[in-house]
Nanobody
Framework: QVQLVESGGGLVQAGGSLRLSCAASGRTFSSYIVGWFRQAPGHEREFVGWISWSGGTDYANSVKGRFTISRDIAKNTVYMQMNNLKPEATAVYYC??????????????????WGQGTQVAVSS
C-alpha cells in the first residue's frame, strides 16, 4: 500500500507561482509513475502531468511550459512547480501513483493510489 499526501496549495494572484508536494509513505515509490490531476468546481477531474520512475515527464497542453514535475527519491516526494498561474487553474489538485509502467499516465483509472487533494485558488 502507498499513502499519498499533497501539500502546498493556497491562494495566489494570477501570474504567481506555487509548488505542490506529494509525499508518499508505506512504500518507496521510486519505481512508480506519479501523476497530477485537478478538478475545478463543476468540472470533471483532468490530467495535468506525470513523472516516470526514470524521470520522464508528460504534461497537458494547457500547462506545458509553465508547470514542471520533479521528484526527490530520497525524500519519497514528487513536486509540481506551477508558474504563471491563471485563474482557470483554480481547482483541487490530486497526486496519484501507479506501479505498472505500461500505462499512458493520462487517465484516472490507470492509477491505484490517490491523495486527498490540495486546494489551489488563483485570483484575477
Amino acid at each position: 500500500q502507498v499513502q499519498l499526501v499533497e501539500s502546498g496549495g493556497g491562494l495566489v494572484q494570477a501570474g504567481g507561482s506555487l509548488r505542490l508536494s506529494c509525499a508518499a509513505s508505506g512504500r518507496t515509490f521510486s519505481s512508480y509513475i506519479v501523476g497530477w490531476f485537478r478538478q475545478a468546481p463543476g468540472h470533471e477531474r483532468e490530467f495535468v502531468g506525470w513523472i516516470s520512475w526514470s524521470g520522464g515527464t508528460d504534461y497537458a497542453n494547457s500547462v506545458k511550459g509553465r508547470f514542471t514535475i520533479s521528484r526527490d527519491i530520497a525524500k519519497n516526494t514528487v513536486y509540481m512547480q506551477m508558474n504563471n498561474l491563471k485563474p482557470e487553474a483554480t481547482a483541487v489538485y490530486y497526486c496519484a501513483a501507479e506501479a505498472r509502467i505500461s500505462i499512458t499516465g493520462r487517465r484516472e483509472y490507470e492509477y491505484s493510489y490517490w491523495g486527498q487533494g490540495t486546494q489551489v485558488a488563483v485570483s484575477s
